[in-house]
């Protein structure tokens, strides 16, 4: 059999979206920061789900979001992630597929249940999540197909997996196959939480050259360097050959081989601002993998950051392609 | 224990949505008939799913979708309906309790599972519902409480659920119970099919004098009547005390002892037109249980259906009171 080639393989949580409209006077009285992530046991995953609203399930997952961007707008990809077997599972896995994403990771059939994330959709369209890492955090290092990676264009690594450690070993493993082949590897930060956690591992990652695309918002890339964020893009800039970081409504930069590049955000009604991010790694991915200009690149970023923003859930609705083909001709 | 005397208490199906967008094209290779609902099993319910795109999980039903609607214009509900216990069961339940709905009926711990309803949304927002009903259909008759239907206001019936024996059994069981107390009676034709095949029955609950409100759309009107839309309506009119007939973009027709009352659909942009129908019950009920003129009833249904219509899926998102008081003052 021969081996299909990705171009693009990421690993990530399997995570299913469950996202309601709240207010903030919800947010403060549940003492959640709002535009924040945090990570939630079953207890209290069943606490704040009976007290959130109605709700929408969606597929999600900041890599496994990201995939299906980059699978709408034409790549090969291929997603590592951990469902157990279970109806949120078979969500995940139909939605994953159905993007064209290959997923063949078998469901786990243990406990516990696959992983979702309550989100919390504020008036001003900011999301604020609460995650319960489910079957996702139980990914073995055996996930990891050797010869796939080592076929792949570029591996696409989530920041959040980092946390547990059968995960970051299989993301270890990754890295050290991609650094063995001609395969390119990005990696998200993904929150703040993730940076502050694991500065020192993530500094290593650059330092010792395995990174080749890093993608992070300012905060995140302020608390890596541990400085004010501007001052923290021009050092990552210098220390990753290309550095990708959003910006929100301010745009995004990136810095290529210590070449700054800039992109506006564009303009759009905010209605939920989940996967917004991923989506932007997905609009700059496909375009460098057409060998697309870095300005470019980040333009294809915001329109496909902008359509995700503009509905409930962090898959596209829209036609991907075609969005691009009417934004940027 | 004192009862709680509830506004509305309605039986319907217990079914998740499971919505995403489609082509044409689609509706036609998958021999399905646009803007119908059609009952499919499981093994067709698993090959359409695999086909379909990525899709979103929205909890259903068209009883429960009145029932919700309801509760956020004030009133006091309960829903009884069957969901198994997975968890598809879980979030349908929490969905209808989020928006302050009872529900108790205790979810069925054994095969089939929650039901669900696969929808197609063309591009023109126009649904093709194929629902798989699971558990839905496994309603027991003692799942109603004599008490609670006795001193509700109204018993809200879903036609669908005229098709399996164990709910019809309840259902029969309610009007039974209704006539013998204060109970008004509301019931939903739902769709063609069911009073193509119901057509008898329905008739014969009207000829009783069991049914003091009819929910229908024009064709389904037209189907009961075996006659044109137009002379079905007349007819119908003289049959039940209060008849309601929903026409799409062309707005409702209410006959109320013989009186015709008219009104418009609101201009909106269409996206989804799962639960219009059910969003106008809502509207139009909340407004004759709270006693306003017939003409106010039909402005309210058309203001909870352009809101259902303007979003995917079947339950409000926005504040369906503030919207009254917006558009209807």
Not at 111 to 117: A, D, L, V, Y
Not at 260 to 271: D, K, M, Q, S, Y
Request: overall charge negative; aromatic content about 6%.
């Amino acid at each position: 059999m021969t081996q299909t080639r990705y171009d693009v393989l990421a690993i990530g949580n399997a995570i299913v979206d469950v996202l309601a409209s709240t207010t903030d006077d919800f947010i403060t009285e549940e003492n959640l920061t709002k535009g924040g992530m945090a990570l939630i046991d079953a207890d209290r995953a069943v606490s704040l789900y009976d007290k959130m609203g109605s709700g929408q399930e969606i597929s999600g997952g900041a890599a496994a979001n990201t995939l299906a961007g980059l699978a709408m707008l034409g790549a090969k990809c291929q997603f590592i992630g951990q469902v157990a077997k279970d109806q949120l599972g078979e969500v995940y896995a139909h939605d994953l597929r159905a993007v064209g994403v290959d997923f063949t990771q078998a469901p786990r059939d243990a406990e516990p249940p696959t992983g979702r994330c309550l989100i919390l959709v504020s008036p001003d369209g900011e999301r604020t999540m609460n995650t319960f890492l489910g079957a996702s955090h139980f990914l073995p290092a055996e996930a990891i197909d050797q010869d796939a990676i080592a076929n792949a264009r570029l591996v696409f690594l989530e920041g959040y997996m980092w946390d547990p450690p059968e995960p970051r070993a299989a993301m270890r493993r990754a890295l050290e196959i991609a650094r063995q082949s001609d395969t390119q590897v990005a990696f998200s930060t993904c929150a703040d939480f993730c940076v502050h956690t694991h500065r020192k591992d993530f500094r290593k990652l650059i330092d010792d050259g395995l990174i080749d695309i890093l993608f992070a918002n300012e905060e995140e890339a302020g608390i890596l360097e541990d400085s004010d964020p501007a001052s923290a893009i021009e050092t990552l800039g210098k220390d990753v050959p290309l550095l990708v970081v959003t910006r929100g409504p301010q745009g995004a930069i990136a810095i290529k081989d210590g070449e700054r590049f800039e992109t506006t955000a564009l303009p759009t009604t905010v209605v939920d601002t989940t996967g917004a991010g991923d989506l932007f790694a997905a609009g700059f991915l496909s375009g460098h993998l057409q060998g697309e200009s870095v300005t470019r690149c980040l333009e294809m970023g915001a329109v496909a950051a902008a359509e995700v923003v503009s509905h409930f859930g962090a898959r596209p609705e829209q036609d991907l392609k075609k969005l691009m083909a009417e934004k940027l001709g």
